[in-house]
């Protein structure tokens, strides 16, 4: 029960965070766009990871991860235009959320604690970015949405892939990431 409560105190402490910031630059009369990129499978080549046994802990798995170079590019693009505001979203324990902010910057990538995002599970992911559509019409979502690599038959969210076309958020899948990455 106390581990639930506590789940649900961070699941809202991150998405506050979120809020606050677009909540602010709606007040401004500046065109922004709101861009959240996934990392697992998408910023990070995470997989070849899972298959190792050796990690020490969760914290040393994370650091370890290759980053895709071309995503890396195109995110540090979007990234100089002043327009655009970069958050990264994932699905990993709430204990990676420094981990993972090291993992970004280690990588060259600009992130801080306020704009990397924790979710619980890939369908939170949509409901944060579902729930902040009302306060802007320019999210932009740039995930993967796939689980099961480490065991050698990739399977997507279809449910999720599905309900996202519903939505007005931009989104870019699989094909187009797989394309950038040259996988």
């Known amino acids: 029960m106390l581990r639930r409560v506590a789940i649900s105190f961070i699941q809202q402490f991150f998405h506050s965070l979120v809020r606050v910031q677009i909540r602010s630059d709606v007040k401004n009369t500046n065109f922004v766009r709101y861009i959240f990129f996934d990392i697992d499978n998408t910023i990070a080549d995470s997989w070849p990871s899972l298959q190792l046994t050796h990690w020490v802990s969760y914290s040393q798995r994370i650091s370890s991860l290759a980053v895709f170079l071309n995503m890396r590019r195109v995110l540090m693009t ?10 990264f979203i994932t699905a990993r324990s709430y204990n990676s959320w420094f981990a993972t902010v090291n993992w970004l910057r280690a990588n060259g990538i600009p992130a801080d604690l306020s704009r990397t995002i924790i979710t619980n599970t890939a369908p939170e992911k949509l409901q944060l970015l579902t729930s902040l559509t009302g306060k802007t019409k320019f999210i932009y979502w740039i995930d993967d949405l796939s689980y099961n690599h480490e065991f050698g038959d990739v399977k997507y969210y279809e449910d999720l892939l599905t309900k996202v076309q519903s939505t007005s958020i931009r989104f870019f899948g699989p ?6 990455n040259h996988i």
């Open 78 to 87: 979007l990234y100089s235009n002043p327009n655009n505001r970069i958050f």
């Open 175 to 180: 094909n187009i990431i797989n394309q950038i």
